[in-house]
């Protein structure tokens, strides 16, 4: 299993995926941060009202709506699609390794890009806000920071399998991108109320309006059961179409 | 008798068209098999369905005497129809995929490989800036890398110039009596086929028509004189009427092959010319592999 998940890992490396996921990890935080600076509330962050919490959930939802969905999206399907469009689905299921150990190593890197891809967000929007402060974190801030970052990055894995499902079934890119922007616009309409609970796609925006206190109604239990059932209906369809599926 | 390979029955039907129907197939240990069929006879789908990439609809694979299994790929190397690989990763990159992929733990076996297919010093090209010919040999250092017990190959001479081509065929058969492999080759070039194979089998419209081994060919495969003409309706009612030949074949436009009275070639072409007909070439010749395959499967006119 380790070498399938490095051999899937240095597919991935170099493509064009990995360097779009390095691109919007080191773009969004920074993007974030110049159109804050400019647009004359730099002074409300760096006084006590506008918080620490406030700017970096600001900023992490923003780059999980403005990115992340589309990035899950890309990264899901572009792992599947290559090998078709390369016409190495003939010889990797005729490798010595079941069916199933490659598609879960194609699932498990794929979560392991998207941890990468958090991280690094996160952690240089840290580091610029803190050096737009001139002082540290608090310690609390960062641990109420890092359960909602889980509790985003838990939900973006759930959405793995559905965009993966989408790539194995139309063995393109565009409908599983196409989805993710109609998912975001979604978002955009109705993300900041209750309607979100009922937005199975919109999980990795949740954690950051869970604690705002102007959306009433949203329900961490209701969101992890609809996003917990996507996933494992998608993996289901997975399995069955790995395992069922003809290579032409 | 040891078979490395054995199918009974094998049917797949995509809707309503049967693509490939109860194909039954014997490869023994250390035979080159040609696997031989026109253009949609069904060759690929029979080796995908042997290699398990297709399920077949009905019948049975057998691979070294057991159902077919994860295991058992690490002992057959397979490239079917165009070779598939990661364009953005370098030719030793692909390979080395491969071998990790394969089981196999000692890197230097790349090289080794590289070397046998006449691509040593090309581990660092991006495999997308390489030639289809190039490709091609690259495919078949990939299927040799694990070092199988046989090898599936499908069109593996496709792109390549003569001497490629000829250096595959010389490959293939140090590889049969070196390593004892079995390979399973097919290849629309029946030239070089009948140079390397001693078994084969012929599909037609998803239906295998023949199997038997290249000597019984060879000794069936006929003698005949072909005379090329330029009436071939005037010679051959010459042939019948003042000859009384019939076993003939007219084989294409101005070429009829006779198989009977062929010590008498002086009669036959003095014949012809008194009749009218202008004969412009006649010699003796023995039917070919290509020629057998032209005459089971059509395009042979009478």
Not at chain 1, 22 to 35: D, K, M, S
Not at chain 2, 201 to 210: L, R, T, V
Not at chain 2, 238 to 265: C, F
């Amino acid at each position: 299993m380790i070498e399938v998940l490095y051999c899937e890992w240095r597919k991935l490396r170099k493509s064009a995926a990995f360097i779009a996921t390095v691109g919007l990890a080191l773009l969004c935080p920074v993007l974030f941060f110049i159109i804050k600076m400019s647009d004359n509330n730099f002074e409300a962050i760096v006084t006590q009202d506008w918080n620490w919490a406030y700017y970096l959930d600001n900023e992490k939802s923003l780059s999980v709506l403005m990115a992340g969905l589309v990035l899950i999206a890309v990264i899901s399907s572009y792992s599947w699609v290559r090998e078709h469009g390369d016409n190495t689905l003939n010889v990797l299921f005729t490798y010595p390794v079941h069916r199933l150990t490659i598609i879960a190593s194609k699932l498990i890197i794929i979560a392991l890009f998207l941890l990468g891809y958090n991280l690094v967000d996160t952690l240089i929007s840290h580091m610029l806000i803190m050096l737009a402060k001139g002082e540290w974190i608090p310690g609390h801030i960062i641990v109420d920071n890092m359960i909602n970052l889980s509790l985003s990055y838990l939900f973006q894995v759930a959405l793995i399998p559905l965009f993966f499902l989408l790539s194995m079934i139309s063995k393109n890119i565009i409908l599983p991108v196409v989805t993710s922007i109609i998912f975001t616009f979604v978002i955009f309409a109705w993300g900041e109320s209750s309607y979100l609970n009922n937005l199975p796609f919109g999980g990795p925006f949740f954690p950051y309006l869970w604690y705002d206190d102007s959306v009433k109604g949203l329900s961490l239990t209701q969101v992890l059961w609809e996003n917990g059932a996507i996933m494992v209906v998608c993996l289901g369809v997975i399995v069955h179409q790995t395992l069922r599926r003809d290579v032409r | 008798m040891k078979y490395v390979l054995r199918s009974n029955g094998l049917t797949k039907k995509y809707g309503d068209k049967m693509i490939v129907e109860d194909v039954n197939l014997e490869v023994e240990q250390g035979d080159i098999y040609g696997f031989l069929g026109q253009n949609g006879a069904g060759k690929t789908t029979v080796f995908r369905m042997l290699l398990g990439l297709i399920k077949p609809l009905r019948g049975t694979v057998e691979w070294f005497g057991e159902n077919p299994s994860t295991a058992s790929f690490n002992r057959i190397g397979s490239m079917i129809e165009t070779p598939g690989f990661y364009p953005n990763l370098t030719v030793w990159d692909n390979l080395d995929i491969h071998r990790r992929m394969c089981g196999v733990t000692d890197s230097f076996v790349i090289e080794e490989h590289l070397k046998l297919v006449g691509m040593e010093g090309m581990g660092k090209q991006k495999v997308k800036k390489l030639s289809l010919g190039t490709k091609q040999r690259l495919a078949i250092a990939r299927t040799l890398l694990h070092r199988p017990d046989c090898l599936i190959l499908d069109e593996p001479v496709n792109g390549l110039d003569p001497i490629g081509i000829r250096e595959t065929r010389e490959l293939l058969l140090e590889l049969r009596n070196k390593r004892s492999m079995t390979i399973m080759i097919s290849s629309h070039i029946l030239g070089e086929i009948g140079q390397m194979v001693n078994r084969i089998g012929i599909i037609h419209g998803g239906k295998m028509i023949e199997q038997l081994d290249y000597a019984e060919l060879q000794r069936r495969n006929r003698t005949y004189v072909e005379i090329r003409v330029d009436n071939d309706g005037k010679a051959t009612w010459i042939l019948e009427q003042q000859l009384h030949i019939k076993d003939y074949t007219v084989w294409e436009k101005g070429r009829i092959r006779v198989y009977e009275r062929l010590e008498d070639t002086g009669m036959l072409n003095k014949t012809l010319l008194d009749g009218g007909v202008i004969v412009s070439e006649m010699s003796l010749c023995s039917e070919t592999l290509e020629d057998h395959f032209v005459k089971l499967t059509g395009g042979v006119q009478k």
